[in-house]
């Protein structure tokens, strides 16, 4: 049975169910931001523990499949040697987990600092929602109106 399970959780059915599975987070994060369901599954460790141990599976799997890590290092070298590192399936589902990683903790974060503001739950859904598909355009848009409600310019909390 063990067995099953291992060859079930190939990378096409963990890039499937990462997908997925991240989903309720962000449903939590843009409709439910001040529930207490948020701050148990959504703003807690939680969410970053369970991608941690994906991440960990990954490399363990990947790994075992004689995957050389040190071509990740290449990614310095020029944009060819990052097309030619996304070519790879390993390392793009590892990086496909590290982006669903810090978005999260990016709306996270933008649920836990807004209140302090005084900004509306309503405001805050195009920020959340923004964050989920483009990261630092979504925090960036949470600044502005961060500024807005702040009615001052920071540079570091």
């Not at 807690?44 to 369970?50: A, D, E, G, N, V």
């Not at 496909?96 to 805050?124: Q, R, T």
């Not at 964050?131 to 009615?151: E, S």
Request: net charge positive.
């Amino acid at each position: 049975m063990i067995e099953q399970i291992y060859t079930y959780f190939t990378i096409e059915m963990i890039y499937f169910w990462l997908n997925i599975g991240v989903m309720p987070f962000w449903v939590i994060l843009i409709f439910f931001p001040q529930a207490k369901i948020c701050k148990i599954f959504t703003i807690s460790i939680f969410p970053i523990f369970i991608l941690s141990l994906i991440y960990c599976y990954l490399i363990y799997k990947i790994f075992q499949y004689g995957y050389d890590f040190s071509i990740n290092f290449r990614l310095y070298l020029g944009l060819d040697e990052v097309s030619n590192l996304f070519s790879n399936n390993s390392f793009l589902i590892l990086f496909w987990v590290h982006f669903l990683s810090i978005n999260l903790f990016c709306g996270a974060w933008i649920v836990n600092d807004y209140p302090k503001f005084g900004i509306s739950k309503i405001l805050m859904f195009t920020p959340l929602v923004v964050t989920y598909f483009v990261g630092p355009i979504g925090i960036f848009v949470y600044w502005i109106l961060r500024i807005f409600y702040a009615k001052r310019i920071t540079l570091y909390d």
